[in-house]
């Protein structure tokens, strides 16, 4: 039987964090977790800053704050609800929208989907855990449909590359990528990021795929069969992200942010239990992000 884990419960998060201190108290753990060195010098000694949580080098007198440097970085609300909202996205299975949010914490809907574009950058993938055994790769299209125009031709759709590890009869594990179109060059730098060498992968029969066939000796090209049918575990999950896609209104040229939030949520299907304090510890340990940073 396999074991599903709990979320952290809003009674638990409540506990750990009741105000504004304890959340201040928790950031300053996560970001000198490994002792103390100032930015500017690498000095490793400090003295109390001017707030309370600051840390002031006592070489260069350099002061930096628990979110200074951080995804937290020059934050303009209650750093409480800051922590809501990254409770709510990690912990929710569909995600919330920046209305939603907005409505809940008493916030500006613009002040939510700007905090929520940081989270977003945090649940980016590590690289660092490539798909393995089983593999399968195919590529979808998202948005408005052109008018006698399908599939990968569509110019007014966004392409995506999707990558699945098949464990039993579900899908274990997925990453997807944002592509401008299904060239060989595209395709096989995800694949590269994506899926380890010796992985078993299976795709359809397109072009493209041939030439990796080198790098990745374990590839195999079949025929998608009528309606996909040989790839209905991968079309099933495709179909799945369109209509979370649908469900949250999102922002077409933001694309890529949300197959990361997809594919980190259902990566950690089986860890609910610690995906709060994972995408916590991202947000400390990710680079400063603005507005123009994430439209551009």
Not at 60 to 87: D, M, Q, R
Not at 190 to 205: L, R, S
Request: glycine share 8%; proline share 2%; hydrophobic share 30%.
């Amino acid at each position: 039987m396999e074991v599903r884990y709990k979320s952290l419960s809003i009674f638990e998060f409540q506990q750990r964090f009741p105000d504004e201190r304890s959340c201040y108290i928790h950031l300053s753990k996560l970001k000198w977790s490994q002792g103390y060195q100032c930015k500017k010098c690498g000095h490793k000694n400090y003295c109390k800053g001017k707030k309370e949580f600051d840390r002031q080098c006592t070489s260069c007198k350099y002061s930096e704050s628990p979110t200074a440097g951080t995804l937290f970085h020059k934050l303009k609300f209650s750093v409480l609800k800051a922590f809501w909202i990254i409770y709510y996205l990690s912990t929710n299975k569909k995600g919330m929208a920046s209305t939603e949010l907005s409505r809940k914490l008493e916030l500006r809907q613009k002040t939510c989907w700007l905090f929520k574009q940081k989270v977003m950058q945090a649940m980016k993938s590590s690289g660092q855990h490539p798909l393995e055994d089983q593999v399968e790769v195919d590529e979808f299209v998202v948005g408005q449909q052109e008018e006698k125009v399908r599939g990968r031709k569509n110019k007014k759709k966004k392409l995506v590359v999707l990558a699945i590890e098949k464990k039993g009869k579900g899908v274990g594990r997925m990453y997807a990528k944002h592509i401008s179109r299904a060239s060989k060059k595209e395709l096989g730098s995800f694949m590269h990021q994506t899926i380890e060498k010796q992985a078993g992968i299976t795709t359809d029969g397109w072009p493209a795929y041939k030439g990796l066939k080198v790098d990745f000796p374990n590839l195999k090209q079949v025929k998608s069969g009528a309606k996909g049918k040989n790839f209905n575990m991968l079309h099933r999950t495709v179909m799945g992200f369109k209509l979370w896609l649908r469900g949250i209104h999102a922002h077409a040229e933001l694309l890529q942010g949300y197959l990361d939030e997809y594919c980190y949520r259902f990566n950690r299907s089986f860890m609910k239990e610690g995906i709060f304090d994972n995408l916590l510890n991202r947000m400390v340990s990710g680079q400063p992000c603005t507005y123009k940073m994430i439209i551009s």
